[in-house]
Structure formats: structure tokens, C-alpha cells
Nanobody, 121 residues
Framework: QVHLVESGGGLVQAGGSLKLTCTTS????????MGWFRQSPGKEREFVAA????????SYADSVKGRFTISRVNGRNTMFLQMNSLKPEDTAVYYC??????????????WGQGTQVTVSS
């Protein structure tokens, strides 16, 4: 069975930082592109960032460029999202996803359960 598990969410004040981790098991996700999405109540799921299977290519939503960094360790089924200079509008449930590198959530075949990130003013 395929499992993706996010961790690292929590409560942080505006301007602070959090680092999210996505740990996978059940198959060799090191061979696949992966991404991060987020969703707030009343809003559609939003693309945040994506990374190629080698880690050599990354992409970001305009809203997080310069503040968030996506990374992975080559050959390991682990992905990270370093979030700096957090803003209240970053508050959302953050999801990791696998097997695509697009901004469209329906392109991704595998999803975690999400981790809550709350940024207070």
C-alpha cells in the first residue's frame, strides 16, 4: 500500500518559519516528481510547489516565491517544504502529493492526509 505522511505543521506567528516533511512508503517515490498543495476553508486546493524526481527542477506558486523552498534527498522517499516569512494568508492544510509536477491537483495520483499550518497576526 502507498502511504504519504506530512508532518511539521503547527502554529506560528507572522514572519516566522516552519519546515514541513513528507515521508512516503510502499513504493519507490524517489523515482517520481512530487508537489505540495494547500487548502483553506471555503477555498479550492492551491498549488504551492513541485520538484522533479532528481530534485534538479523546482517550481513555485507566485504567492510563495522567495519565501518557500521545496527540496528532497535523491534516492530517498522524503520531501521538504521550508516556509519562511510566513503570512496569515499562508494558513491552510498543507498536503504532499506524488507522481506529477504540475499546478493541477487532479494530475497527482497519491496524496497525504495533510498537516495544519496556522499563521497568527
Amino acid at each position: 500500500q502507498v502511504h504519504l505522511v506530512e508532518s511539521g505543521g503547527g502554529l506560528v506567528q507572522a514572519g516566522g518559519s516552519l519546515k514541513l516533511t513528507c515521508t512516503t512508503s510502499g513504493r519507490a517515490f524517489s523515482s517520481y516528481s512530487m508537489g505540495w498543495f494547500r487548502q483553506s476553508p471555503g477555498k479550492e486546493r492551491e498549488f504551492v510547489a513541485a520538484i522533479s524526481w532528481t530534485g534538479g527542477l523546482t517550481s513555485y506558486a507566485d504567492s510563495v516565491k522567495g519565501r518557500f523552498t521545496i527540496s528532497r534527498v535523491n534516492g530517498r522517499n522524503t520531501m521538504f517544504l521550508q516556509m519562511n516569512s510566513l503570512k496569515p494568508e499562508d494558513t491552510a492544510v498543507y498536503y504532499c502529493a506524488a507522481d506529477a509536477m504540475t499546478t493541477k491537483s487532479s494530475d497527482y495520483a497519491y496524496w497525504g492526509q495533510g498537516t495544519q499550518v496556522t499563521v497568527s497576526s
